[in-house]
């Protein structure tokens, strides 16, 4: 019995211990030793789990227009298409092609347009949320209006 309970605590242990990475430092100028712990995710998430690559669409808000028409591809080799049309403008239609990365968790997607402040998504099941500038869901009375479905 007592065999069985410190097997069952060194197991525990293990696993406990094999779910963080830790890494050590030397700080060369003061020569002192930093240890760093971190918990990598584990498990499912948007970039392994979903079938996210496809087309998107939706009617996102627009400040001095009638809306605009988004259209988002996402290829599997991290390129994507991105058309716009700015719906009530004279000059509405654009399209720009480029790459995204993922973030760390694997939920959110950055493409690399524009250069200034890049476009975040959050990736869910056949859906793209868009983010604000710091990759935050938009609250608010229109935030439903912000969200892109899949259409093949």
Same mark, same amino acid.
């Given at each position: 019995?007592?065999?069985?309970? %410190? @097997?069952?605590?060194? =197991?525990?242990?293990?696993?406990?211990?094999?779910?963080?990475?830790?890494? !050590? %430092?030397? *700080? +060369?100028?003061?020569?002192?030793? +930093?240890?760093? /712990?971190?918990?990598? &995710?584990?498990?499912?998430?948007?970039?392994?789990?979903? *079938?996210?690559?496809?087309?998107?669409?939706?009617?996102?808000?627009?400040?001095?227009?009638?809306?605009?028409?988004?259209? =988002?591809?996402?290829?599997?080799? %991290?390129?994507?298409? @991105?058309?716009?049309?700015?719906?009530?403008?004279?000059?509405?239609? #654009?399209?720009? !092609?480029?790459? #995204? !990365?993922?973030?760390?968790?694997?939920?959110?997607?950055?493409? *690399?347009?524009?250069?200034?402040? &890049?476009?975040?998504? #959050? +990736?869910?099941?056949? /859906?793209?949320?868009? @983010?604000?500038?710091?990759?935050?869901?938009?609250?608010? &009375?229109?935030?439903?209006?912000? =969200? =892109?479905? !899949?259409?093949?």
């Amino acid at each position: 019995m007592i065999k069985q309970r %410190h @097997l069952s605590i060194a =197991l525990t242990t293990i696993l406990l211990w094999s779910c963080n990475s830790e890494t !050590k %430092h030397t *700080d +060369v100028a003061n020569n002192i030793q +930093v240890e760093a /712990t971190s918990t990598l &995710p584990i498990g499912d998430n948007a970039q392994n789990a979903l *079938d996210w690559n496809g087309t998107y669409k939706g009617l996102t808000p627009c400040a001095d227009c009638e809306g605009i028409e988004t259209e =988002l591809t996402l290829n599997l080799d %991290h390129s994507y298409i @991105l058309k716009t049309n700015y719906k009530g403008k004279e000059m509405n239609n #654009f399209e720009e !092609k480029g790459n #995204f !990365k993922w973030d760390e968790t694997g939920s959110k997607i950055t493409l *690399d347009y524009p250069k200034e402040n &890049p476009y975040g998504y #959050f +990736v869910g099941e056949n /859906t793209l949320t868009e @983010l604000d500038g710091e990759g935050k869901k938009i609250k608010g &009375p229109n935030e439903e209006f912000y =969200l =892109l479905n !899949k259409i093949n």
